[in-house]
């Protein structure tokens, strides 16, 4: 089954789209996009910057629209309790990243680790009310900086270990 979604997706939109598609899914992002390039055989340079487009793709809209959409899901009996775990999870890493501040959100998105990211990042920048412009910013930099830590270690990998 996982060849044959493979086949259908590689053969439907390429290796590139592939790329694209996966650093825009929450929790995976580039983390898991650029591995998955060096595993298609991309060469480091378009898969990082692929990856860093699809990963950036969504953080303006999470940025200008999670607030509003989490106060109209608490509104609703089924998506309250999902609201809720949201604002928990950017209230989580608040001590974190208000510590540091700006640097602290970077580092926060920059760290290549479960559970940060671009997506948590933007969460959180919205949640605690940090500006627009300095969120995305942050965000942009540590997605930089995730990016630069995951293409070596993936393509360290990759030419020692054969295809």
Known sequence: ?????????????????????????????????IPLGAALGLHWLPCLAISILGNMLPVPFILLFINAIIQAMKKTKHLA????????????????ILKFGFFGLILFVGT????????????AGSVLRIPFWRSLLATFLGVLMAGGIMTVISYAIKSVIPA
Not at 81 to 96: G, I, S, T, V, Y
Not at 112 to 123: H, I, N, Q, R, V
Request: charged residues 25%; proline residues 5%.
């Open 1 to 33: 089954m996982i060849d044959a979604i493979e086949k259908f997706f590689l053969e439907t939109v390429g290796r590139e789209w592939c790329v694209f598609f996966c650093s825009m899914i929450p929790i995976i992002e580039l983390r898991g996009a």
């Open 81 to 96: 309790k999902f609201a809720n775990w949201l604002e928990a999870k950017a209230e989580k890493n608040r001590e974190r």
């Open 112 to 123: 290549p680790l479960p559970g940060t990211g671009a997506w948590t990042g933007s969460l």
